[in-house]
């Protein structure tokens, strides 16, 4: 099977906390052997798990919604230039095995929502999406996590169902 591809998505502004939230997310994502995905860009939560990831030795792929690479992440091993804005986050849910959802606003909401509507399993770290959101956490679509560790633990839970599925 192919290495699975779990997308990181947060916030182009992070606070401090965020930022090494993301950082961390992206370092253990590298070491499970996994790739990630983000937005590409160098801000924020995109630019904190690519950092992260890239450093641990990992794989990081970029959506950009830009033309070019021109404001993209260095950490990035691939970069993908879109041109088509923030319709790239559709690319970015259906890209990834999980999604990982750091504290952002209505661009990562819309990711978010794109990845309930396409059956993927979210994981929201330290992001609380409120009440709408709880229909899906009783169908155990939506899962909270408060650490990068417990995210990526219930990433490989998520991954290891998908697998045992592929297998059937």
């Not at 992260?52 to 070019?68: C, E, F, R, Y």
């Not at 839970?157 to 297998?167: C, G, K, R, T, Y």
């Amino acid at each position: 099977m192919r290495k699975p591809i779990i997308g990181v998505m947060g916030g182009s502004k992070a606070s401090a906390d965020v930022y090494e939230l993301a950082r961390e997310l992206g370092e253990r994502i590298a070491q499970q052997g996994w790739i990630l995905l983000n937005g590409g860009r160098n801000a924020g939560v995109m630019a904190a798990s690519a950092e992260g990831a890239h450093l641990a030795g990992g794989a990081v792929i970029g959506i950009l919604p830009d033309k070019t690479a021109r404001r993209s992440s260095p950490h990035l091993d691939i970069a993908i230039c879109t041109g088509i804005g923030e319709a790239r986050n559709v690319i970015n849910v259906l890209s990834s095995d999980v999604v990982i959802a750091c504290p952002g606003k209505l661009g990562t909401r819309s990711e978010v929502d794109f990845a309930l509507h396409y059956k993927k399993t979210v994981i929201a770290l330290q992001f609380d999406l409120g009440e709408s959101y709880d229909v899906y956490k009783r169908r155990l679509q939506l899962l909270d996590a408060e650490s990068p560790r417990e995210a990526v633990e219930l990433t490989a839970a998520v991954i290891a169902e998908l697998e045992d599925l592929d297998s059937k």
